[in-house]
C-alpha cells in the first residue's frame, strides 16, 4: 500500500494537518491556564511578602493578626494560610494540619489538602520567618482543576476531529491523484496496446494535470505524425519499386520463354540489370538521406570557403545547360566561409541545379547565386518553368514526393529531401519561394565567423 504515489501523499497530508492542530492545541492550553496559573503564583508572592512585612514591623502578633483579619473578612475565600513554629505546633491559619509532602521553602507546590474538613487542591509556597517558624500561604485552585478538565476535554475533541478531517482530505487527496493517474495511465496503456488515436483527456481547469495532459497529448500527435511519415515512406518505397522489379521480372521470363538467339537473351538481361540498378540507386540515396538525417556524418565537417566549389559546379553544368538551350545565370559572391561538409553540400546544390534543368523548357535563364547576408550564406537556384504549387510546396521535401506534373520526368523523389537533410544537418534550413513564374529554391547555412 505505501508504493502507492497517492497513499503517500494522502499520509503527508494527513500528518501535517495533524501536527498543525496538535501545535494549536498546545498553544491555546498553555495561553489561558498557563496564564491563569501565572496570575494565581503572583497574587501568593504578593500576599505572603506583605504577610512578611507585618512579622517584621509588628512581630510575631502583627503577623498573627493579619492572617486571622485575612481569614475572617474572607477577602479572598480560596486564601489558605498557615502558620506553625519551630515544633510544627499551629499558631495561626485555617488548614487541619501541615500538608503531607510539603518539605522545601521557596518552591511551589500543587497538593491536597482539607480546609476545616473539606478535602480540596491547593497551590502553596512556604516561606520561612526568622525564630524557626514557617509561612505557608496558598490558593485553593479546584475550580482552575476542573476548568482544565474541561479544557482537555474540549480540546481532545478538537484535535480529534481535525484529525478526522484530515484523514478525510487525505482519502479526497488520494482519490483525486488517483482518478488523474488512471486516466493518463487507462491512455498510455491503450497506446501500448496498439491504439495511438486515444488522448488523455483534459478536465479543463488548467491545473497542473491539464498542463501534463496536454503536453503527453502533444507528443502523441508528435509520435502519430512521425509514424505517418514511416508508414507513407514505405508504403511508396513498396509502390515505386514493385513497378520496376516487375518490369526486369518480366523481361526476364520473356526472355527465358521467347529468346531464341544468344544476343536476344543478352540484351534482355542487360535491361533488366539497368532496372535492378536503378532500384539499386533508390535504396542508397535512401540511405544517405537518413544517414545525413541522424546526424552522424560530422566527421568530413571543416571551415571552406564554398565560392570555389559552387564556381565548379557552374562550370559543369554550364554545358548541361547550353545543350538544352537554357542560360545559367551565375553570380556568386566571394568568399563564402562555413562550416560544412563539401561534398554534401556540392550534392545538395547538384540536385537543384537539377530539378531547375531538368523542368525548365528551352531558351529560359536559370539564376544560380550564393552571397552573404545578416551571417548567413545564402545558395539561390532559381528557375522560370512551372513551379510548385502553393499547396504542394511543404510536401515537395518529403521522400518520393513528386506533384502530378512531374510524372512523365525521370527521376524518384528523392533529391530535395536528400536536400533538406543537408541543410538541416548544416544547421541551416531549404526555402521553396514561388519566384512568379518557376521555382526560387534557397539553401540558407550560418557562415562561419573567425
Ligand atoms: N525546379 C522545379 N520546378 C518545378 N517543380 C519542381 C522543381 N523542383 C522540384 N519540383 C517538384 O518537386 C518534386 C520533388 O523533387 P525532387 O527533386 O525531390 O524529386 P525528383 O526531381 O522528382 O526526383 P530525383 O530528384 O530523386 O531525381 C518533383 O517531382 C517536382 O514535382
Ligand atoms: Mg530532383
Known sequence: MFRSAGVRFALVYAAVFGISAFVLAVALWYSTLGLLQHQVQNAINNDSQTLL????LGGLPSLEAAIHDRLSNESDPDGIYLLVDATGQILAGNLDRWPSGLTQDNVWYELPVTRQGVASVALLKVAPVPGGMKLLVGRDVRARLELRNVLRAGLIWAVSLMIALGVLGALLIRSLFRRTIRDISATTSAIARGDISRRVPVSGVGDEFDELAININEMLDRIARLMDGVRQVSNAIAHDLRTPVTRARSRLEDAALHASTKEEMQAAIDRATQDLDGIVSVFEALLRISEIEAGSRRAAFAVIDLAPVLEDMDELYR????????????????????WADRNLIQQAVVNLLDNALKFSESLTVINFSARVADGVVQ?????????????DRARATERFYRAEAARNTEGSGLGLALVMAVAQLHNGTLHLHDNHPGLRAVISIPAHKN
Not at 545558395?379 to 499547396?391: F, K, L, S, T
Open 379 to 391: 545558395i539561390v537556384v532559381a528557375d522560370r518553368g512551372p513551379g510548385i504549387a502553393e499547396q
Open 53 to 56: 512585612e507585618h512579622q517584621e
Open 319 to 338: 554545358a548541361v545547360a547550353e545543350e538544352k538551350q537554357i542560360v545559367l545565370h551565375t553570380d556568386i559572391a566571394k568568399p563564402l566561409p562555413v
